[in-house]
């Protein structure tokens, strides 16, 4: 099999044909699509809506900036407490093994964002890589982002 339906990308895709910044598209959002999870003075984490993984969160700045050193020490500091938050958050509901906590800084650096600095908390646990990825290369997640966002939240 060398094709996965997956229609909800499309959003996505427009976003990006566009150039749309989808954490300045989030960052005032209200609403229950965005994923928010938490705010605080500086910042905003929000589940990923293409996850490496279960439970995978964007944590970014409100401001628009391609890299770290352009924050604030407040910024940063804001940033980095609220990723710590995130993940200990994700320890008391997902109880994960692991984690890959990261930036993709540019384009070539993999940033699907370029322009908006974020960093990725993945919960890993032993095993969640199986036959998929290798023989189909498929990556499955088992949990919707509704009951995902509701759990992470805490409704």
Do not use: Q
């Not at 044909?17 to 959002?29: E, H, T, V, W």
């Not at 646990?125 to 023989?135: L, R």
């Amino acid at each position: 099999m060398d094709k996965l339906w997956a229609p909800w990308r499309s959003k996505y895709l427009y976003l990006r044909k566009n150039k749309r910044c989808i954490f300045c598209g989030n960052k005032n959002s209200r609403s229950k699509t965005g994923y928010i999870l938490r705010r605080t003075a500086h910042s905003f984490s929000m589940l990923n809506l293409y996850p490496y993984n279960n439970g995978h969160v964007m944590v970014a700045p409100y401001r628009h900036v391609k890299s770290l050193e352009l924050l604030t020490d407040a910024e940063l500091t804001d940033l980095m407490k609220l990723v710590n938050k995130t993940k200990t958050d994700i320890d008391k509901k997902l109880k994960p093994h692991g984690y890959n906590i990261g930036l993709n800084i540019g384009r070539i650096g993999g940033a699907g964002f370029a322009g908006h600095v974020h960093i990725h908390v993945v919960p890993r646990w032993a095993g969640d890589t199986n036959f998929m990825p290798v023989t189909g290369d498929t990556k499955v997640v088992s949990e919707s982002l509704g009951a995902m966002h509701k759990l992470l939240k805490g409704k």
